[in-house]
């Protein structure tokens, strides 16, 4: 697949809405008949289809058919993100292969409305972590990262228009703060290959401190004290290990329960009050922050199983797949970068897929034709298209 070669241009306008970023991109093909030249340009192609694919891009197909046959069958991916520049960084052969490091300025679209999939993505939802667990004792706040991340998942549920939780409210995942503060840190991809889970979601209460209460008219009585709830969200690209999005969110309101009085987070009582309503309304608010920030890409599903000519996708009917979907599968490989972590990369196929199966989490399709002699694998993508 080649792209326009005015994506390889600098822009001759740029609105002033759009926002550019540097990104790191990594691509590969093979030498063919020494052609260096030819290796390199599609390398280069490579890159700049996974940078963009990475940005919200998505697969498109247009079929010829002649006389009741098919006679062209072309694959091209489409972005709202432009590249205005572009910078090879380094390339490397190994045997038959080429393989480049490119540094690509990428400009999102000046509109970041995108059309809304049919299909869902499953965001794992685990345990919620506190900084300073000694602000559960006001109010013997027993359990509460627990009943936080159920909460989370029941608004997700019932409020985002492209996403779901495989809710994980029992297990935690003890990742140290100052590592997810990490600019470029990446999560285990085993995380989210175990549960099928698109994303990972990971809930940090920073601080749920309680003021003094304050006296009023003489000292006749006191104001109810107020409580602060401050949390920070995590979004993680299962495949990547990517953080690709995160936000602090911070209200506080009233805490109407007497001071030694144990109040359980998993109750009515405490979701009726003043605190517990402040709280859904963060968590309402993320809901659609999170639809925002994927709304823009495209649901990745993997290969979890290959036996012969059939293929096992980890997206099922929860993901809004059905019967007759067609999928472009896109084989991944894993390189090892100059710190000598995993980063995936991406090789384009013409292969595509019809799922002729589905349950509730996962779907089969058969490989059939020249799509069967591929080397298609366990953990290679598919897209829907």
């Not at 697949?1 to 994506?7: A, C, N, V």
């Not at 498109?60 to 520049?85: E, H, K, P, Y």
């Not at 889970?197 to 304050?214: G, H, K, M, N, R």
Request: proline fraction near 4%; hydrophobic fraction near 40%.
């Amino acid at each position: 697949m080649r792209l326009p070669p005015l994506l390889l241009l600098p822009l001759l306008s740029i609105s002033l809405n759009a926002m550019a970023e540097w990104t790191e991109a990594r691509g590969e093909a093979k030498i063919i008949n020494g052609n260096l030249t030819q290796a390199r340009e599609a390398a280069m192609d490579n890159a700049i289809n996974m940078a963009l694919l990475s940005r919200g891009g998505s697969f498109q197909s247009t079929q010829s058919v002649s006389q009741g046959r098919l006679t062209q069958n072309d694959f091209s991916l489409s972005s709202q993100a432009q590249i205005s520049s572009v910078e090879l960084v380094s390339e490397m052969r190994q045997g038959d292969k080429l393989k480049v490091v490119m540094r690509l300025d990428i400009l999102d679209g000046p509109d970041n409305k995108c059309q809304s999939s049919a299909i869902k993505a499953a965001i794992l939802v685990p345990q919620a972590s506190i900084k300073d667990r000694s602000q559960l004792r006001y109010g013997q706040l027993e359990n509460f990262q627990r009943s936080l991340s159920e909460r989370i998942a029941a608004t997700l549920d019932k409020q985002s228009s492209i996403s779901f939780a495989h809710l994980h409210a029992n297990e935690r995942l003890d990742i140290k703060e100052e590592l997810i503060n990490i600019r470029g840190y990446r999560l285990p991809t085993w995380i989210s290959e175990i549960t099928d889970s698109q994303y990972l979601l990971l809930p940090q209460i920073i601080d749920i401190s309680t003021e003094p209460a304050e006296s009023g008219f003489m000292g006749l009585w006191d104001n109810e004290p107020q409580r602060l709830f401050q949390l920070q969200l995590s979004l993680y690209h299962g495949i990547s290990g990517e953080q690709i999005w995160y936000q602090n969110y911070s209200i506080s309101a009233p805490w109407e329960f007497a001071k030694n009085e144990s109040v359980p987070p998993n109750s009515d009582r405490f979701w009726r009050a003043s605190y517990g309503q402040a709280i859904d309304k963060v968590l309402a608010n993320a809901s659609k922050d999170i639809d925002m920030a994927l709304a823009c890409r495209p649901l990745l599903a993997q290969i979890v199983v290959r036996q012969q000519d059939r293929v096992i996708l980890n997206l099922g009917r929860r993901n809004g797949i059905r019967v007759g979907d067609q999928f472009q599968i896109v084989l991944q490989q894993n390189l090892p970068d100059r710190m000598n972590q995993m980063r995936a990369v991406a090789g384009e196929t013409r292969a595509k897929i019809t799922i002729d199966q589905v349950t509730e989490e996962s779907a089969i399709a058969v490989l059939s034709g020249e799509n069967a002699a591929l080397n298609i694998q366990v953990n290679d993508i598919a897209i829907k298209i």
